[in-house]
């Protein structure tokens, strides 16, 4: 069973964070490979400030550094959202078998018309195919899916800052 969040859990995460690491997010949003040693000169801290930083940053989950690339350039045919309609009594176990599906990369319980919004990445129609109607269909609560499919990207930016700034 899931843990019930309260309104006090986004306050505690966000009231962990100072002013300082906020400056650090900010700075890798626009580039996540700027060294540490960069981070440290222009937010005049020590080195050891911002690794110790960044590891608590990393550890506490509040960020990830990837590197965020353009599946339509790698070659996959197909990007799109999935707004899964599912019976509420089983959707920690939908969510749990959404996880394992390695072709969606976001997942998000939501409110509004459906319940489950997932972003996805296939190679193919045929992968398209047997990601909806083989496997996330076939799923025990899945009510049924809408699909919309991404046909060209507009804007993808990741510097939106934080709620401290």
């Not at 960069?38 to 989950?61: W, Y």
């Not at 990837?66 to 599912?86: M, N, Q, R, T, W």
């Amino acid at each position: 069973m899931r843990k019930k969040q309260t309104p006090n859990d986004h306050e505690n995460r966000e009231t962990s964070l100072d002013a300082m690491d906020c400056e650090m997010i900010s700075l890798l949003q626009k580039d996540g490979r700027k060294p540490n040693i960069e981070i440290a000169k222009e937010l005049g801290i020590s080195e050891t400030t911002v690794r110790n930083r960044m590891k608590k940053l990393l550890d506490g989950e509040y960020i990830q550094i990837v590197a965020v690339s353009d599946p339509f350039k790698l070659g996959f045919e197909f990007a799109g959202d999935l707004y899964i309609h599912v019976e509420m009594k089983k959707i920690d176990s939908v969510v749990d078998e959404l996880k394992q599906i390695k072709e969606l990369w976001y997942i998000v319980i939501t409110t509004g018309q459906t319940n489950i919004n997932a972003e996805f990445i296939v190679k193919n129609r045929e992968d398209l195919n047997d990601l909806i109607f083989n496997r996330i269909s076939k799923i025990d609560g899945v009510l049924r899916t809408e699909v919309s499919v991404i046909m060209k990207y507009e804007k993808r930016r990741y510097d939106y800052g934080t709620p401290l700034e």
